[in-house]
């Protein structure tokens, strides 16, 4: 089956570590995306990736980083720097151009 | 202004109800409009795209008035499994998709 997966499902981590959530995607996609989701809120833009080995920042890219060197795979690190890490991230990939994105099940993150 | 702008909710109807959506967008340069789906903890899954000519998919009609910058949908005859929150997406020139904050349904027996 082709979709989009993202584990862990639920993170716990202290403050002061980084972290790092995986996201894979077979569907032969090239652009990938992360958002977090804050309660009560819309998706919001962290980082995208419209091809390998390149990645431009979102709305929200501050205390994240993120690398693209396979073309499944788009890692985001959630740093230290990152003042409210807690919250519900979600990968999605794309065709580019494509306005449809297709979204995986997400990570929940609470960081203490 | 929000880049996109929904209905507060949340909506409680009875089941059987017809709710409608609204949603504005502040881009005129936007390209396409998606209604996505979005229950309780999980992932955001698209419900229909949004044409200029509007569009059916069964129960649920969505409309698209680009002079206005508003989008809507229409859900008749609403179940108890239409219960999820409601998000209206646009999409740029450059393809991002910018989501409004979303719409909570809650569909009572």
């Known amino acids: 089956d082709g979709g989009i997966t993202q584990s862990p499902k639920y993170l716990f981590r202290k403050e002061g570590q980084n972290v790092t959530l995986s996201c894979e995607q077979n569907?032969?996609?090239?652009?990938m995306y992360w958002y977090r989701q804050d309660p009560g809120q819309g998706l919001r833009l962290i980082y995208y990736?419209?091809?390998?080995?390149?990645?431009q920042k979102g709305d929200i890219a501050e205390g994240y980083s993120v690398s693209r060197e396979k073309k499944e795979s788009f890692p985001l690190t959630v740093t230290s720097a990152q003042k409210n890490p807690t919250a519900f991230y979600l990968c999605?990939?794309?065709?580019?151009?494509?306005?449809?994105?297709?979204f995986g099940p997400g990570t929940r993150l609470t960081v203490t | 202004r929000k880049e996109v702008e929904q209905d507060p909710g949340p909506f409680n109807v009875p089941e059987g109800a017809t709710v409608a959506f609204n949603c504005t967008y502040s881009?005129?340069?936007?390209?396409?409009f998606f209604w996505y789906r979005q229950d309780c903890r999980k992932e955001p899954k698209l419900l229909m795209s949004?044409?200029?000519s509007g569009n059916e998919d069964g129960r649920f009609t969505a409309q698209l008035n680009r002079a206005s910058q508003y989008i809507s949908l229409l859900i008749r005859d609403s179940k108890l499994s239409d219960s999820a929150t409601y998000l209206c997406?646009?999409?740029?020139?450059?393809?991002?998709?910018?989501f409004g904050q979303g719409t909570e349904l809650s569909v009572k027996p």
């Open positions: 569907l032969n996609h090239d652009a």
């Open positions: 881009n005129s340069a936007s390209q396409s």
């Open positions: 949004v044409y200029s």
């Open positions: 990736s419209q091809i390998v080995n390149d990645f």
């Open positions: 997406v646009v999409s740029n020139q450059g393809g991002k998709l910018i």
């Open positions: 999605a990939s794309n065709t580019p151009g494509q306005g449809l994105q297709y």
